[in-house]
């Protein structure tokens, strides 16, 4: 019998995910099957047909069949294909896992030993002693002392006195008598509080000077009748705060009192308040300052009074790489001598940016100001002034200014700054010809409006305690409204200065000081004997000096000045010149 396999649908699908080539193959074995069961199919009838055609034409009466065996038609069990189409599925389902972690202790046998923490040893404190006494003795007949003396260190107080005395008997070619005597005075003491510092000073100046600037060849005059003295008696209490809360005002205050007589009965009594005030708004830090100045001016033939009151509000701000302070100085001036009431205003702008790294930061400003010409400041700049000065204070309009600074070098830093101001009544010296029967040697003030252009630098470097140096200068450029001259002011100044400390056993230091040229008002006579003045020049100046000091002990030591070494006779003032090479030496010792 005839075995069929079938197939349906489903295993024709089934298939479908073996591609189209392998279901093309299929097709086509089961067309050559059908063919061959056909053909077969043919081939079956053909026989039957003969046979049929066969029986017809004899009849199925004239056969005979004899059967020599008995014949039992079976139909064999057709075995049947078992296997059902299945789709396999490629994607694989994951069952649901369960994580889980034991937690088991370890002991380790290992006993880790504790490390103390590291703590930050204090630097030993450097040993203080109660005082300091120098003394020395130079030419020119130059005596020399200072003696310091303090508490040492505590929380609560500190407290000192110093003195000093320095003088000559001096007596120069072809001048008068030069001596001179400088005497000071200073006792000082402050005493701390948990929010404030109040100090405390009380100082006292006697300086005594001589008007030797005149030719001996003429007059022969004693040294007394020459003699000028300047006698200071100057108190002064400050209280500071030290807030640390930024929303609580910090402050300081400061109240002084000076008097200031000289031998002829000139006096000037000043008494000072300056006040600072400042608190954050914000990031920014609003400063208010206010000062209150009151001079009395006794004279020969007057005596007037000059009060100055200022108020100086300003914001000071600043960023990671910039500075800038911005504010206004409004200030009165009420002259009694001249019943006038002046008002001023001067802007106050300073601004920086560190452009790279601390090493370029340039800078630039404006600002203003009144300057008061007092007795006291004259006589410290020229003490060779005639006692009927006449007072006026000098107002700078304005002063633009810019610069850059910076460190070049953790040892090594700089500044360089150009600067233009406008002044009204700059004050200038010149010596006073108008009395007649005097020495001509003593010098007035005179005034003038004047513009200045200033250029200033200054490089420093320093080696830790082993090597100092420092260099500065200023070239300056004055022109009046009205003066011929700016007089006795220099085109220029320079300054070196260095130190060398040798495994702090020895140590050396120099200095050299250079001022430009600059001209004085001298008076000249024709030949008929008239008067009259003009300009001088007089030559710039270099002055050279060395020191060297041995420190035997840390309670002795000794030193030794040169000055003066080019031996030059040079004016600072006309008809005053200096000494000339002139040494001194000495030694420093702690008493205890």
Known sequence: MRETKLFNSETILSSSKYGNSFMYEQEQQIQKRRIKKLQWFFVLLLVLGYFAAALAQTGLNDINLN????????????????????????????????????????????????????????????????????????????????????SLRTRDVAYGLHLKHLSSSSHLKDVGYSGFSDNEGEIYGKKFYKKHTLSGEFNYKRNVSRFYGYDTTENKLDKDYTKQRYQLFEPVVKLQSHYTDSSKINHAIKVGYYNLKDLYNVAENNIKLNTVFNTFINKELLFVAFDADYYNHKLPNDTFNDVIIKLNPYFETHGKKWMLDIGVAATMDVFTNQSSTKFYFHPQLNAQFDVYESIIIPYAGVNGGLQKNSLRSLSNENPFITNTLNYKNSNTKFNVFGGLKGNLSSKTSYDVKASYSVVDSMHFFVIDYTKNGTLDNQYKVIYDNTNLFNVSGQVKYQYKEKIHFIAKGN?????????????????????????????????????????GNQFALTQVSDASFKYTTEPKLLKGIVDVNLGAEYRYSKMLSFFVNFNNIANTRYYRWEKYPSQRFNLMAGLTFIPF
């Open 475 to 515: 070239y300056y450029m004055y022109k009046t409204k009205n003066l011929t001259r700016a007089y006795h002011k220099p085109d220029f100044d320079l300054t070196f200065s260095a130190q060398y400390n040798l495994k702090s056993k020895i140590i050396l230091k120099g200095d050299v000081f250079v001022i």
């Open 67 to 150: 059967a020599e065996s008995v014949f039992e038609p079976t139909i064999k069990d057709a075995v049947k294909l078992g296997d059902l189409p299945e789709i396999k599925d490629t994607v694989k389902k994951i069952a649901n896992i369960n994580y889980g972690i034991v937690s088991t202790p370890l002991v380790s046998k290992y006993e880790v030993i504790p490390i103390d923490a590291a703590k930050m040893q204090n630097e030993p404190l450097s040993k203080l002693y109660h005082s300091l006494l120098k003394v020395g003795m130079g030419t020119y007949t130059t005596p020399y002392g200072e003696f310091w003396i303090n």
